[in-house]
Structures are given as structure tokens and as C-alpha cells.
């Protein structure tokens, strides 16, 4: 019997298959949160001076999840952002956001607190009504990121998910 040996391109193609999202908190700095999303893993990330509740959560290629990304201090420059992204497919770049590799599809962004809170009280409603907003179709999701962009109130968008 043989043992099978992995070689370093097999290994490299592995890591390749998954978009990682890195969240974590560091206090009066920055904070990244996982909204929602079914990572295949999630594994507990090396701990660094100041950072709690380190995690790494492993994406398939096109799955729909959602961040939080949240200066909390003087390092960084006041920003709050809400985003529901798409994971990259094997071998795309996707747009780079901080704490994901290798970057992913922005469907949906809020890039102010007032269009953050108008975004998290839709993604509220949406699982209010019991949909699973990992299986809505991304061109949907733009949809979405027009009204929040417009600073309109997304109520029908839900309507429209439920098929009123």
C-alpha cells in the first residue's frame, strides 16, 4: 500500500476553492462582523495582542454572505459599512475588502450609518418573513443596493422576495 502524498499545487488549489473571511474585534480600533452566511468551516483564528473573537469562516465559490465592518477608536478614520457579498468562484480576484481573501462580489453596500441601520433593519425583515437571504439571487441583491443607495425604503423589495 502506498501513502498518498499532497503535493504544494494541490494544496495551493485547495485555498483557491475557498474565499476566507476573517472577523474579529480590537478594542478602539476595528471591528469585522459576520452578519449571516453558512460557512462550510469556521475555525478559530491565532489570537494577535488585543483582538477577541478571532474566527475564519471558509466560503464555497458563489455563496451569498454578510459583513460588518466598523472602525471602533482612533486608529482608523470613523467608518461604519454594512456589505452582502458574493464569494469568488474559482480563480476571480473579486473587489478587495479588509479581512477577506481573496476578496469578493459587492452586492449590496452601505457605506454611511444611516444607510447601514436602514440595510440591517431590511435584512431583519427579510429573516422576519423566514427567507433565507444566503439563497437570494444576486441580481436581486442589486436590486436591494439600488433602493439603500437611493435612500429608499426597501419595504416592497421584501414584498417582492415573498411574491406579493
Known amino acids: 500500500m502506498t501513502a498518498s502524498k499532497c503535493s504544494n499545487n494541490d494544496v495551493q488549489r485547495e485555498k483557491r476553492l475557498y474565499t476566507l473571511v476573517s472577523t474579529f474585534e480590537k478594542k478602539n480600533s476595528l471591528s469585522i462582523k459576520l452578519l449571516f452566511g453558512r460557512p462550510e468551516i469556521t475555525r478559530s483564528a491565532t489570537n494577535s495582542m488585543g483582538v477577541t473573537n ?3 469562516h471558509l466560503f464555497l465559490p458563489k455563496q451569498i454572505f454578510g459583513i460588518e465592518l466598523e ?10 459599512y454594512a456589505l452582502i457579498l458574493q464569494s469568488c468562484g474559482e480563480g476571480e480576484q473579486g473587489t478587495l475588502i479588509p479581512g477577506i481573501n481573496p476578496g469578493a462580489h459587492v452586492l449590496v453596500q452601505a457605506k454611511t450609518h444611516a444607510t447601514s441601520k436602514k440595510l440591517f433593519e431590511t435584512i ?3 429573516s422576519r418573513y423566514g427567507l433565507d437571504l ?3 439571487e444576486p441580481e436581486k441583491l442589486y436590486k436591494l443596493n439600488d433602493l439603500v443607495s437611493l435612500n429608499m425604503k426597501p419595504s416592497f423589495f421584501i414584498g ?4 406579493y
Open 54 to 56: 478571532a474566527l475564519e
Open 71 to 80: 472602525s471602533k477608536g482612533k486608529e482608523y478614520q470613523k467608518f461604519h
Open 124 to 126: 431583519n425583515n427579510i
Open 134 to 136: 444566503t439563497l437570494i
Open 160 to 163: 417582492e422576495l415573498l411574491g
